[in-house]
């Protein structure tokens, strides 16, 4: 059985820092990309950043650059997003995805919420 679970989001001031982590298993977790997708009310899920399966290379979205950071542990089947100078605009749900050519699998989400 697939999953992924996300943990680490909660209530920080803004220009705060959390980190999040997702927990993989039931998948060869080192074949798959992994991404970080938010969805904020009222507004479409939007791509945060992004992790090739080996952890060798990694994008972001423009606005996250600088500030976020993906990073994943194929022994411990792990991906984490460590978000830095937090602002309200990064108030969201945030979900974890796996992703291959043949398979796309999602986590639950996290509320991430950050004050002014």
């Known amino acids: 059985q697939v999953r992924l679970v996300e943990s680490g989001g909660g209530l920080v001031q803004s220009g705060g820092s959390l980190k999040l982590s997702c927990a993989a298993s039931?998948?060869?977790?080192?074949?798959?990309?992994m991404n970080w997708y938010r969805q904020a009310p009222g507004k479409e899920r939007e791509l945060v950043a992004t992790i090739t399966s080996g952890g060798g290379s990694t994008s972001y979205a423009d606005s996250m650059k600088g500030r976020f950071t993906i990073s994943r542990d194929n022994v411990k089947n792990m991906v984490y997003l460590q978000m830095s100078s937090l602002k309200p605009e990064d108030t969201a749900v945030y979900y974890c995805?796996?992703?291959?050519?043949?398979?796309?699998?999602w986590g639950q989400g996290t509320q991430v919420t950050v004050s002014s």
């Open positions: 995805n796996a992703r291959s050519v043949n398979y796309d699998y």
């Open positions: 039931g998948f060869t977790f080192r074949r798959y990309a």
